[in-house]
C-alpha cells in the first residue's frame, strides 16, 4: 500500500479525463446527458524553481505572515476545451465554455 | 447465416429494376463514375467536347428544351455530348469542389429533365455503404448497454458523440449557433445555422450522427431528444408556415440545395412492389438523403414527439398553391407518408437492413443471368452485388407462386420487429399482401422478358 501511494504521489502533472453527467458538474445544469470531463492531476515537483524555496524559507523565517501565499507550483489548465453543448431535462440547450482542459502545466 | 445463400429471382429482379432505372442512359459502357470538375477538365482538352459543351449551354441558357430540340445545333451538340464523360459524370457528397461540381452537372442537366421537375435524378454517386456497417460501427461504439425500459437511444448517442473531440466540437458550434437569440420567431441566426448544421453532418461520420438523427425511441424523452436534434426551433420553423412549391423552386436555384432534394427523392422513392419499401433498395442512401436536406429550407424534421409514430415532414404546406394544389399535395406526400424513409429509419433502430450480398456467381445460372450482366448499365463496383432483404430465421416465407420448375423461388422476409410496428406497412399492404407478392413476381418476369427483348 505504501509503495502504491508512493507511486500516486510521484505522478506527475497530466491530463485525465472522466465520463460525467452534466448534472454532476454542479454548475445548476440538470440533465443526464454525459460529457466528457477533462482535468489536471499529479505532482509538480520537477517544476520546483529558487522561487519556490525562496518563498518557502521566507515564509519559514516568520518574514511573510499574514498573506496567503503558495510556495509550490501547481497542477492546472493551461488550455480549455472546446464549449460543451446539451440538452437539458427542460429541452432547452445550454453551451458551456471552460469546462474542461485541453492542456495542463505547471504554474 | 446459410439463410442468405442465392435466392436468384429477387436479386435479378433488383438488378433489372436498377438496370431500368438507368435505361435512360447512353448504351455505352458505363466508366466508373468519373466527378464532373474532372469531366470539365477532359471535356476542354478535348477541342470538339469542348465546343459542342459550349454550344449546349447556349442552347440550354434559355431554359427552354422545345428550342433545345428544335434547332438541328442544339440537337448535335446534345448527340455528342451524350458520349463524352461530362453526360455521365456525377458528385461526391461533401467532396472538395462539391459546388462547382454540382454546377457542371446542373449545367447540363438542369435544361434536359424531361417532364417532372420534381422527380429530378440525384447528381451524386450511389451511395455502396450499407446500413448494418453503420449499425455496427454505432454498436460497437455503445457496448453492451442493458436494454432497459428507461433506456434511452437518443440519450446514448448524444453521449457518443460527446465523448468524440470532433463530434462534440462540431455539434456544440452548431447548438451554440442555432441556439443564440432565442426569442421568438426569427430570432436566431438561421442561416449561420444552417451552415454549422451543414458542417456537422458532412464531416461527422455516419456511426456517430445518424445515431443522433434516428434513435428508436419507446418514451416521449427521447422522441423528444430526437425531434430537437437539428434545433428545430431555429433551423425548421419559421414565423410563417411557407408554400411547398415556393420552397421547393427556392431551393432548386441553389445547386446544392436543388441536388439534396433530388437526392432524396431519388434514394427513398416509395415503391409498393420492394420489400424494403424503396425503390432503390437502399435503406443507407435513403438515410443519407435525408441527412443531407439538414441546414436547408426543405430540410425534414420529426414534426412531434410521440414515440409510437414517426411522424415526419417538412416546414411547408399546400396552402396559396392555386391551381397546382393536386401536384402539391402529391409531392408532399413524397416526404409526409414515405414508406421507404420510414422503413428506413425503423431499420436503423433495430439493426436490420438491406444487404447486399455478392451471390451472382454462385447462382444458378438461368438464361437471364447473363444478359442482366453483360448489359454493364451498372456502376462497376456494383454490377455484382445484389441486394437482398435480411433473413430472419422463422419469418421468412417462401413463395413458389409460378409453377415452372426452372424459377427458384422466391423469399421474402420481414423481420418480426417490423410485425409488430403498426406504422411500416400500410392497411392496403396488410390486406393484399400475397396478391401484391404475386404482383411482383409478374412484375419480375414482365421486366426480364422486356430487358431481353430489349437487348
Known sequence: ARMKRARVRKQPCTLKELEVSVSELGLGYVSDETVLFRYCSGTCEAAVRNYDLSLQSIRGKKKIKKEKVRARPCCRPTEYDDDVSFLDSKNHYHTIKEVSAKDCGCV | ?455
Open chain 2, 1 to 455: 447465416m446459410n439463410m442468405l445463400t442465392p435466392m436468384v429471382p429477387y436479386s435479378l429482379f433488383l438488378l433489372a429494376q436498377t438496370a431500368l432505372t438507368f435505361s435512360l442512359s447512353p448504351s455505352v459502357s458505363w466508366p466508373s463514375h468519373t466527378d464532373c470538375v474532372h469531366a470539365n477538365e477532359l471535356c476542354t482538352a478535348d477541342q470538339s467536347c469542348s465546343s459542342r459543351y459550349r454550344t449546349l449551354r447556349q442552347c440550354l441558357a434559355g431554359r427552354d428544351r422545345d428550342t433545345l430540340l428544335s434547332s438541328q445545333e442544339c440537337k448535335n451538340a446534345m448527340e455528342v455530348l451524350q458520349e463524352s464523360p461530362l453526360y455521365l459524370c456525377r458528385c461526391r457528397r461533401g467532396m472538395k469542389k462539391e459546388l462547382q461540381c454540382l454546377q457542371v452537372y446542373w449545367g447540363i442537366h438542369a435544361g434536359l429533365t424531361e417532364g417532372d421537375e420534381f422527380y429530378e435524378t440525384s447528381p451524386y454517386e450511389p451511395v455502396t455503404s450499407r446500413l448494418s456497417d453503420i449499425f455496427r460501427l454505432a454498436s460497437i461504439n455503445s457496448g453492451s448497454e442493458p436494454v432497459s425500459s428507461k433506456h434511452n437511444a437518443c440519450l446514448d448517442a448524444a453521449k457518443f458523440c460527446n465523448v468524440n473531440d470532433a463530434c462534440k466540437r462540431l455539434r456544440s458550434t452548431y447548438i451554440s449557433t442555432c441556439n443564440t437569440g432565442g426569442g421568438e420567431g426569427e430570432n436566431c441566426a438561421r442561416r449561420k445555422c444552417h451552415r454549422a448544421l451543414r458542417t456537422f453532418i458532412e464531416r461527422i461520420p455516419a456511426d456517430l450522427s445518424y445515431p443522433l438523427l434516428f434513435c428508436p425511441c419507446r418514451d416521449q424523452p427521447c422522441a423528444e431528444r430526437r425531434r430537437q436534434t437539428a434545433v428545430p426551433e431555429c433551423s425548421f420553423k419559421r414565423p410563417e408556415m411557407p408554400n411547398c412549391m415556393e420552397i421547393w423552386a427556392n431551393c432548386r436555384q441553389d445547386p446544392v440545395c436543388r441536388s439534396r432534394l433530388s437526392d432524396f427523392i431519388t434514394n427513398c422513392q416509395s415503391s409498393p412492389q420492394s420489400v424494403s419499401g424503396c425503390i432503390r433498395d437502399n435503406y443507407a442512401a435513403c438515410l443519407g438523403a435525408y441527412a443531407g436536406l439538414i441546414g436547408f429550407d426543405v430540410a425534414l424534421n420529426f414534426l412531434d414527439s410521440d414515440p409510437h409514430s414517426i411522424s415526419i415532414g417538412p416546414w411547408c404546406s399546400c396552402n396559396g398553391s392555386g391551381d397546382q394544389e393536386t401536384w402539391c399535395e402529391r409531392y408532399l406526400k413524397e416526404f409526409t407518408q414515405n414508406r421507404c424513409l420510414r422503413n428506413a429509419i425503423l431499420a436503423f433502430g433495430n439493426g436490420t437492413d438491406v444487404v447486399h450480398r455478392q451471390s451472382v456467381t454462385s447462382a444458378p445460372r438461368t438464361t437471364i443471368t447473363p444478359k442482366v450482366e453483360a448489359s454493364n448499365v451498372l456502376p462497376d463496383n456494383q454490377s455484382d452485388s445484389n441486394i437482398l432483404p435480411e433473413v430472419d430465421p422463422g419469418i421468412c416465407t417462401s413463395f413458389q407462386e409460378i409453377k415452372n420448375s426452372s424459377t427458384p423461388e422466391l423469399r421474402i422476409c420481414v423481420s418480426e420487429s417490423q410485425h409488430n410496428v403498426p406504422n411500416l406497412r400500410t392497411d392496403e399492404e396488410s390486406h393484399s399482401g400475397t396478391q401484391q407478392l404475386q404482383a411482383s413476381i409478374l412484375y419480375i418476369t414482365f421486366t426480364l422478358v422486356f430487358r431481353l427483348s430489349m437487348s
